[in-house]
């Protein structure tokens, strides 16, 4: 067998909850055993194998995180139809009262001192028109909401709460007073120089409203992280059914828009082909933050990423992790600064890698802060691989997340129909079991 197919019969196995068989064996004619001499000792049993020395699940996506808060970003003044979605990279402070002046919370009339009032004549006051007249004891004047609050009103006397005589000269309120009532005062909000949200704070709809409230044309924001995706393969086609040894490339399409979801502006999404010089020079060439591959991360006879790296004098910050599928992805920091992610090319493998290692730089380097962890209980027996983490596509059922069937390393058919991912530990889940859910990026916001 290939290397490759190991990988793939030791994944097909753990999906059924097998240990990989043992090399084959000497053994007694008409036995199935081996025979005296050759039964292992202590010290020749095997040691567990060479590619579950990766680093663990959880190592790689901390080590990924914090290589994306290491990159030195400098902040950027972005218009507000242009700041959503992006981090503030300084704290938002009110530039102006809010609100800036006393208004009118209700239509109705502005009233000063006590009822019954005589009613001015008049259109009455409007929301946007400058400071209205004074208003004199004992009168009332129309009033609309958001209007600017007349000198020496006392209170708003909703519509609905009054009447006047049939003359239309006097306002009687229906209900009882209060001094105050239905004015937002000047500054009820905020006053001038108060810090609204903290630096790090998400642009939302809801922050691009408090900024326009607040005075801002621009906000002060990091920009996306720019990352640019190589597909490798001569075996892709970009189009049409599948022939003659060749298959449709699902990867292309599908990595440029989950980058977005995470946040990033994809440069753009490039075919390289099983090509080592061409594959060297975009990566060497590339003007991204982090450049994606996907396949070409393992060890056989057209996989270059790993001599490429070599080449260009990258370090290798995670070199294949303990989790299935897509334990051959890998993380490397390019000598002028610079990431690299290499994702695996088998399709749910390549998005194992998207939300092991490209989610938390991703994160890193906008300056995002890491999702917080959280666990549901699974309601069915999950297998487990014998040595390494798994992650499983999950739906959520009220109080419990249900695993989703398809989900072997090439299949994508489970993970559409998914709203999370189970962090599955090595050995199984049992049925209740809780498990850390990673969530889909579309299952929480997606600015974008």
């Known amino acids: 067998m290939t290397g490759q197919q190991d990988r793939d019969l030791?994944?097909?196995?753990?999906?059924?909850?097998?240990?990989?068989?043992?090399?084959?064996?000497?053994?007694?004619?008409?036995?199935?055993?081996?025979?005296?001499s050759e039964q292992p000792t202590e010290?020749?049993?095997?040691?567990?194998?060479?590619?579950?020395?990766?680093?663990?699940?959880?190592?790689?996506?901390?080590?990924?995180?914090?290589?994306g808060r290491a990159v030195p970003v400098s902040g950027r003044r972005a218009p507000l139809d242009?700041?959503?979605?992006?981090?503030?990279?300084?704290?938002?402070?009110a530039l102006t009262d809010l609100p800036s002046f006393d208004t009118s919370a209700m239509d109705g009339w502005a009233v000063s001192g006590p009822g019954p009032w005589r009613i001015n004549e008049g259109a009455g006051i409007l929301a946007g028109h400058a400071e209205p007249e004074r208003l004199a004891d004992g009168a009332a004047v129309r009033i609309a909401t958001g209007a600017r609050i007349p000198r020496d009103a006392t209170a708003v006397v909703r519509t609905e709460h009054s009447r006047t005589d049939d003359r239309a000269e006097q306002l009687y309120a229906q209900r009882n007073v209060v001094t105050g009532q239905d004015i937002r005062p000047r500054g009820q909000e905020c006053r001038t120089g108060d810090q609204l949200l903290p630096t790090g704070g998400l642009v939302t709809p809801a922050v691009l409203g408090l900024a326009a409230a607040?005075?801002?044309d621009e906000l002060p924001v990091l920009p996306r992280p720019r990352v640019e995706v190589l597909v490798l393969g001569d075996e892709l086609l970009?189009?049409?059914l599948p022939h003659d040894g060749l298959i449709r490339d699902a990867l292309g399409p599908m990595i440029g828009p989950w980058l977005r979801t995470l946040g990033a502006e994809v440069l753009t999404t490039r075919h390289l082909g099983d090509d080592a010089d061409a594959l060297r020079q975009a990566v060497a060439g590339s003007g991204a933050d982090l450049v994606i591959t996907t396949g070409g991360t393992a060890a056989g006879p057209v996989d270059h990423v790993h001599p490429i790296l070599h080449k260009l004098g990258a370090e290798l910050l995670v070199d294949s992790v303990a989790v299935r599928p897509g334990h051959p992805m890998l993380l490397a920091r390019l000598a002028d600064g610079r990431h690299l992610v290499g994702l695996p090319g088998n399709p749910l493998a390549a998005v194992s890698g998207l939300l092991t290692l490209a989610d938390p730089l991703l994160r890193g380097l906008a300056g995002r802060a890491v999702r917080e962890a959280y666990a549901m209980p699974v309601s069915e027996e999950v297998h487990g691989h014998p040595y390494d983490t798994r992650l499983v596509?999950?739906?959520?059922?009220?109080?419990?997340?249900?695993p989703l069937h398809f989900h072997g390393p090439a299949m994508l058919r489970g993970i559409a129909a998914a709203d999370g991912l189970a962090v599955v530990p090595s050995g199984g889940a049992r049925a209740g079991q809780p498990l850390e859910i990673l969530d889909l990026p579309w299952?929480?916001?997606?600015?974008?």
């Not at 095997?46 to 790689?60: D, F, G, L, N, T």
Request: proline share 10%; glycine share 8%.
């Open 443 to 448: 299952a929480e916001e997606c600015f974008t």
């Open 43 to 67: 010290a020749e049993k095997p040691e567990k194998p060479e590619k579950h020395r990766a680093a663990s699940w959880a190592a790689a996506r901390a080590r990924a995180a914090g290589a």
């Open 10 to 36: 030791d994944e097909a196995l753990a999906l059924v909850g097998r240990e990989p068989p043992a090399a084959p064996r000497h053994s007694v004619p008409g036995t199935n055993r081996a025979t005296p």
């Open 393 to 402: 596509p999950v739906v959520h059922r009220t109080d419990e997340v249900v």
């Open 238 to 240: 970009a189009s049409g």
């Open 214 to 216: 607040a005075g801002y």
């Open 82 to 93: 242009q700041a959503l979605g992006l981090i503030l990279a300084g704290p938002l402070t």
